[in-house]
């Protein structure tokens, strides 16, 4: 084999990629794709984020703290409460850690431990003597960051309402004297007048039904006697 033919075999690749070279030049005229610079339908990001919270917030309504903890799991707070122990004692006369001791935390005022260094954030949220109790321990605990922005407190937050209402039995319990348990809420009239109409309305099917199942039994009755007349 000669100069000759390795002459032809790299003569041969180049017309190849040569060929290819003007094959793709061909297929982007004849198929142009043109790109429009924006999204069809475009997303704000930004206002769904800022929307979601206040449509979560609109379905919740009320909580009836009253009925939810008189029907805790102490045992299931104090499992969540595992989770804390990294920053949290919940016993009596516990240390300080990252975050201050939780006996006696339900109903203490907000950033009132003496000598434990709170963040700004939450001691101006504790300035005006505002305590922990049910509702704001339960909002804080979703998420503390939203709740008390500037928090020092890392933690992302409890999804779970089962979650932050049995640690919140729990805390009440760590306590040298719990503090007393809400009432349930009352129910609605909206709600009474709507269970009464539906007894009313049940009753009514009920009493149709019954006579209905009278004249069938005595229609029956009458057959069957002008049965036996005719047999006589």
């Given at each position: 084999?000669?100069?000759?033919?390795?002459?032809?075999?790299?003569?041969?690749?180049?017309?190849?990629?040569?060929?290819?070279?003007?094959?793709?030049?061909?297929?982007?005229?004849?198929?142009?794709?043109?790109?429009?610079?924006?999204?069809?339908?475009?997303?704000?990001?930004?206002?769904l984020d800022a929307a979601a919270p206040a449509a979560a917030a609109d379905d919740s309504g009320?909580?009836?703290?009253?009925?939810?903890?008189?029907?805790?799991?102490?045992?299931?707070g104090e499992r969540v409460a595992r989770r804390c122990v990294a920053c949290h004692t919940f016993?009596?006369?516990?240390?300080?850690?990252?975050?201050?001791?939780?006996?006696?935390?339900?109903?203490?005022?907000?950033?009132?431990?003496?000598?434990?260094?709170?963040?700004?954030?939450?001691?101006?949220?504790?300035?005006?003597?505002?305590?922990?109790?049910?509702?704001?321990?339960?909002?804080?605990?979703?998420?503390?960051?939203?709740?008390?922005?500037?928090?020092?407190?890392?933690?992302?937050?409890?999804?779970?309402?089962?979650?932050?209402?049995?640690?919140?039995?729990?805390?009440?319990?760590?306590?040298?004297?719990?503090?007393?348990?809400?009432?349930?809420?009352?129910?609605?009239?909206?709600?009474?007048?709507?269970?009464?109409?539906?007894?009313?309305?049940?009753?009514?099917?009920?009493?149709?039904?019954?006579?209905?199942?009278?004249?069938?039994?005595?229609?029956?009755?009458?057959?069957?006697?002008?049965?036996?007349?005719?047999?006589?």
């Open positions: 084999m000669g100069d000759l033919f390795f002459n032809k075999v790299a003569g041969a690749i180049l017309a190849v990629g040569l060929f290819i070279m003007a094959l793709n030049e061909l297929s982007g005229i004849l198929f142009p794709t043109r790109g429009t610079g924006e999204l069809a339908f475009p997303i704000d990001l930004a206002a009320p909580v009836d703290f009253g009925l939810l903890l008189a029907g805790a799991d102490l045992s299931a016993d009596q006369g516990g240390a300080h850690g990252t975050g201050p001791n939780m006996w006696n935390v339900m109903g203490r005022t907000v950033a009132s431990i003496s000598g434990f260094n709170y963040s700004s954030a939450m001691s101006d949220y504790g300035s005006d003597g505002t305590q922990w109790m049910f509702q704001n321990m339960y909002e804080y605990l979703e998420n503390p960051r939203r709740y008390v922005p500037g928090t020092s407190m890392s933690f992302a937050g409890l999804r779970s309402q089962d979650d932050r209402i049995n640690i919140i039995a729990y805390m009440r319990n760590q306590a040298d004297d719990p503090i007393d348990l809400p009432e349930p809420l009352p129910e609605e009239p909206e709600a009474e007048a709507e269970m009464a109409d539906a007894e009313a309305e049940d009753a009514a099917a009920d009493m149709a039904e019954a006579e209905a199942d009278e004249n069938g039994a005595g229609d029956y009755g009458d057959d069957e006697g002008e049965g036996d007349n005719g047999e006589d």
